[in-house]
């Protein structure tokens, strides 16, 4: 089992940028896919995006390509997320996972405790 915590997450105007740390530990890292996922207030969980294992080959959703990086540095055990150019919108509690990969949450596992991104307009 990984455990997961996140960091970075704070308040910024729109159009501002914020990078986020998802830190872990436990079982290897570099075996798992990593997901950013969000939720706002009164809303479900959502993908935001994933970064593979093994490849690095990473995936968007639509809402946030070109504004947002996924990227990991499996030496450090840490997954980032860089958002750049953000909206309103984007104001949410984000959380990382580990699993398999994919879009879904219930496919990942080690959930933090999330950290809070406000963005003002």
């Known amino acids: 089992q990984v455990q997961l915590v996140e960091s970075g997450g704070g308040l910024v105007q729109a159009g501002g940028s914020l990078r986020l740390s998802c830190a872990a530990s436990?079982?290897?890292?570099?075996?798992?896919?990593m997901g950013w996922f969000r939720q706002a207030p009164g809303k479900e969980r959502e993908f935001v995006a994933a970064i593979s294992w093994s490849t690095g080959a990473s995936y968007y959703r639509d809402s946030v390509k070109g504004r947002f990086t996924i990227s990991r540095d499996n030496a450090k055990n840490t997954a980032y997320l860089q958002m750049n150019s953000l909206k309103p919108e984007d104001t949410a509690v984000y959380y990382c996972?580990?699993?398999?990969?994919?879009?879904?949450?219930?496919?990942?596992?080690?959930w933090g405790q999330g950290t809070q991104v406000t963005v003002s307009s």
């Open positions: 996972g580990a699993g398999p990969g994919g879009t879904v949450a219930s496919r990942y596992g080690g």
């Open positions: 436990g079982r290897t890292f570099s075996s798992y896919a």
